[in-house]
Nanobody, 127 residues
Framework: QVQLVESGGGSVQAGGSLRLSCAVS??????????AGWFRQAAGKERQEVAA??????????DSVKGRFTISQSVFNNSLYLVYLQMDSLKPEDTAMYYC????????????????WGQGTQVTVSS
């Protein structure tokens, strides 16, 4: 059973940085790593795309985070897949629950096209 567990969220002042991690385990088919992505959902709003990375390492970003956020990935002991989101120059509007996702079957910006999701980690940015 595929499991995604996010960590690294917290509270930070505007201009600060956080690094989110997502640990993916329990997979039997590495195909689910065709893409890995991060989404966020602010209170009362729709879940929206933040960043995604292909297995080949090509990143894509939402315009709102381009130049401030960096997505990366690594494999540990060939069994634990890790996805990171380095967030710099944080703004109050970045406040949201952040979710990671794997196994893309369509366009990365569409949340319904991702198969597996974590439970999320909260990021709060104060002004």
């Amino acid at each position: 059973q595929v499991q995604l567990v996010e960590s690294g969220g917290g509270s930070v002042q505007a201009g600060g940085s956080l690094r989110l991690s997502c640990a993916v385990s329990g997979y039997t088919n590495r195909r689910i790593f065709n893409f890995a992505g991060w989404f966020r959902q602010a209170a009362g709003k729709e879940r929206q795309e933040v960043a995604a990375m292909s297995a080949a390492g090509t990143p894509q970003y939402a315009d709102s985070v381009k130049g401030r956020f960096t997505i990366s990935q690594s494999v540990f002991n060939n069994s634990l897949y890790l996805v990171y989101l380095q967030m710099d120059s944080l703004k109050p509007e970045d406040t949201a629950m952040y979710y990671c996702a794997t196994d893309l079957r369509g366009t990365w910006r569409t949340k319904e096209h991702w198969s597996y999701w974590g439970q999320g980690t909260q990021v709060t940015v104060s002004s």
